[in-house]
């Protein structure tokens, strides 16, 4: 149970940087020895020590046995006391909790302490009606739809063996086993077995695909190439030879690709290549929207959840790449990934800031359409349960996030758009 002291003109406010607030805390003689006396209370219900049972210990040995214990209690129940008369005469509203800093106790005669909170940034938005933008259209030609066309069949290329004594091409891939040879002698750990050349591309080792070229399956092949600062003697056996198949768009392609003439899958194809662009497009709008509306009202954010922000961004980057990853350095990733924290929390205050000057809410009706949104999309029951059991436990992430997208959609709609055609 918290006392309250009343600490009255005995706090005041000594420094507010953005929205970092800090404030100094004098606790007199009679209210320390009013927070002690709390503080011996409390303790008396849980320690112990020999011959006396709990709750009967006396205060006098508490103080003498358990000093540190006394002086924790003491700063608990005046900071704890002095949190609501702070939030209460300064109207803050803190996002974190708050930090105990530059302490002074002095047992029975005086405690100082100061108290940052960290409150969510108070602005009055602006610059959100009539954003100048522009809406870059790209229109989709026939050379799109048939360079797409190109990279399908590319990716469905496939390798097959070259006709039996045909030597290897600049355009074939070729398979080889290799040793690596210094001053005559084999360098230990030098040998490859079955490394795939791509002959129309560079080489690790210079000179490979050149000392390759025309040799036919089984041939062995010598040739001297720098390898770092050294010249090495790599000898070379093809082991196989393919050439690159790239599939025709013939009947089979067609049949597989679920269409009936090549009219009907460049059509199909036209439609994707315009709802990517478009995607593409919006996107782009909506930076451009997002962009002006955080240019316009600048912002100090509360540095600690800037901190948690970067951390998620760290953690779900690091779910995207192998768990062994080298290149994963936390501290230098969270420096890098600090402005996106801050672009992303600036923009969700703007826009709940937005949402409360135009009355844009969110509540069940909303919520349920999402939930039936998403319902929809799924075929089995326990798919569904799952849903819903999310939305019930994310339901006031889900009704923030609703609500800052229709605002973006508000903003979006009053925004002066200038269209590009490329």
């Given amino acids: 149970m918290n006392i309250t ?36 209370v409390r303790l008396q219900s849980v320690v112990s020590l020999p011959g006396f049972r709990v709750g009967k210990v006396p205060f006098a040995m508490i103080k ?32 974190v909790s708050p930090l105990i800093k530059n302490l002074s106790y002095e047992p029975d005669k005086t405690l100082y302490f100061e108290i940052q909170f960290e ?86 080792i210079a000179g490979l695909a050149e000392a390759v070229l025309g040799a036919k399956k089984g041939e062995t092949r010598e040739f001297d190439a720098p390898f770092g600062e050294k010249k090495m003697r790599f000898n070379v056996k093809v082991s196989e030879i393919k050439e690159k198949v790239v599939p025709e768009i013939d009947g089979d392609f067609l049949k597989e690709a679920g269409v009936s003439s090549m009219e009907e899958l460049k059509a199909n194809v036209r439609k994707l290549l ?15 929207l997002e962009d002006a509306l955080i240019k316009a009202n600048p912002m100090q954010l509360p540095p600690t959840l800037v901190s948690q922000e970067a951390h998620e961004l760290f953690e779900l980057m690091k779910k995207r790449m192998p768990p062994d990853d080298e290149r994963v350095r936390e501290e230098a990733f969270l420096e890098k990934l600090k402005p996106v924290a ?68 508000m903003v979006k709609s009053k925004a002066v758009i200038k269209e590009e055609v490329h």
């Fill in 5 to 40: 002291l009343g600490f009255g003109d005995r706090i005041k406010k000594v420094k507010q940087e953005g929205c970092v607030h800090t404030f100094a805390v004098n606790v007199d003689s009679q209210r320390l020895s009013e927070a002690t006396q709390a503080a011996l």
């Fill in 64 to 95: 003498g046995q358990f000093p540190a214990m006394v002086k924790d209690e003491v700063i608990d129940i005046a900071a704890k006391s002095a949190v609501p008369e702070i939030l209460k005469n300064n109207k803050l509203s803190p996002v």
């Fill in 119 to 204: 409150c969510n940034p108070q602005i009055e938005p602006r610059g959100y009606d009539k954003i100048n933008a522009t809406r870059k259209v790209h229109k989709v030609t026939d050379t799109d739809v048939e360079k797409y066309l190109e990279q399908v069949r590319q990716y469905n290329a496939y390798l097959k063996p070259v006709p039996e004594g045909m030597g290897a091409g600049k355009a074939d891939f070729v398979i080889v086993d290799y040793a690596t040879f210094e001053n005559g002698v084999k360098v230990e750990g030098g040998e490859v077995k079955g490394e795939i050349i791509d002959m129309a591309s560079p080489q690790t």
């Fill in 274 to 288: 315009e709802k990517t662009e478009l995607e593409k497009t919006e996107k782009d709008l909506l930076s451009q």
């Fill in 342 to 409: 801050e672009r992303n929390l600036s923009l969700t205050f703007l826009l709940h800031q937005i949402a409360g000057k135009e009355s844009i809410k969110a509540g069940d009706a909303e919520i349920n359409a999402e939930l039936e949104k998403a319902l929809a999309s799924l075929n089995t029951e326990a798919e569904k349960a799952k849903a819903r059991e999310l939305f019930e436990n994310r339901r006031e992430y889900i009704l923030a996030s609703i609500v800052e997208n229709r605002t973006m959609d």
